[in-house]
Each structure stands twice: as C-alpha cells, then as structure tokens.
C-alpha cells in the first residue's frame, strides 16, 4: 500500500455527528434543520443501479413509520442533482414507488468524506452502503456499513431507531433483535451490595448480572 493512500475519516459514536450543508433534491439542507428530530442519513454507491433501488424503494415504503417516530430520512451519492431526479422519476414510473425524502447530491464527496463514506477498498468515487443514525441534539448514535453488492434492510434500520429511543427515554438496554413491547434489560449493578440485592427487586431475574423488565 502506498503511502500516499488516503484514508477514509471515520466520525465517532456519541459524537456530534459532523456537520454540513448541501443542495438536495428539496433545496438546501444543513444538518441543523433537523435539530428536535432523528435523523437517518444514508448513502448509496449510485443512481440507476438495482440494489439502491430496492433500498430507496423500501425506505420511501416505510417513511411513515419513520415519521411516526421523529425520525427524518435523508439520502446521498455522488451524482448530480439532476441525476437524482431522473431517478426518482424512474422509480415512480417503473415501480410505482414515490421517493418523498430528500437526496443530497454530493459531487464534491464532502459529506461523503466527512462521514467516512467513501472506502478506498471498495471504490474512490462512489460511497458504499452507509447508514448513520443522529439523534436530536445532533449527535451520532450508530453506524451500519454494508458492501456495494448487497442491500440493507430498512426494517433494522427503523427497529434501530425505535431500541435507541427506548434506551434514552427508559435508562436500559435491549436485547438481540429486541422489538417494542418486548422486555428490556435493566443495567447490571455496579457494586457488591447492589448485585446481593438484585434478585429481591422484581425484576425476571436469571443471574445478577442479566435481569429483564417490562416497559
């Protein structure tokens, strides 16, 4: 490898995510205009090419759900704004799928640097699979990467989002493949005392480091 290779920047889980502000297929859009919401950003290696139409058809598919949720859906490659369009137009026409969410056009691959979308291994001019997860206060709360040749499942992204939610709003973890209305994980205790106690406190206790709640 030379030494002259660049490599991709990689942001920080529980960091601000990095900041940008780019033209989309609905106007410009600043990571600050979705302050107060989630937000899933996501990338696509290109245009007019079948696995990322499976997965923006699947995403414009559940963007109510989304919604329902807080959680805004914003798209990006390395095309043109035009491009972009053309697209779009396509997947209607040919699909019957409206693409309601907006798509940045990042011919600059600033964004795509910025959030290490770009990997070298893959491809120097097109973003793999990226899916990155911000909360409302603009921090990065999780990251997928998946390879050029095969697609994401949007239905994890959402049931993502929704465990990321329960876990602020309620102070515990989820397990495996958890799903709403499921029971959750209460965080172990941090002291000797407090684990000799765990077993009274009412909670579906297995071992004093593993109890579950229902929420």
Known sequence: MSNDTI????????RPAPDFTAKTTHGEKSLSD????????FAHPS???????????????YADQFKAVNTELLGLSIDSIHS???WTRSIKENFGVEITFPIIADLSMKVANAYGMIQPGASDT????ATFVIDPEGVLRAMLYYPMSNGRSVE???RLV??????????????????????????PPHTSQDAEARQSEGYEYTDWYFCKKSI
Not at 34 to 40: A, D, E, F, P, S
Not at 47 to 60: K, L, Q
Not at 126 to 129: L, N
Not at 162 to 187: C, F, N, R, Y
Request: aromatic residues 8%; negative net charge; contains cysteine.
């Open 126 to 129: 097109a973003a793999v699979r």
């Open 162 to 187: 929704k465990s990321l939610q329960t876990s602020d709003e309620h102070g515990v973890a989820t397990p495996e493949a958890w799903l709403p209305g499921q029971p959750v994980i209460v965080p």
């Open 156 to 158: 994890e992204v959402l």
């Open 34 to 41: 979705y302050r107060g919401k989630w937000l899933v950003l």
């Open 47 to 61: 245009d007019f090419t079948p696995v990322c139409t499976t997965e923006f058809s699947a995403f414009a598919n």
């Open 84 to 86: 972009h369009i053309a």
């Open 7 to 14: 490599q991709p920047v990689m942001p920080q889980i529980n």
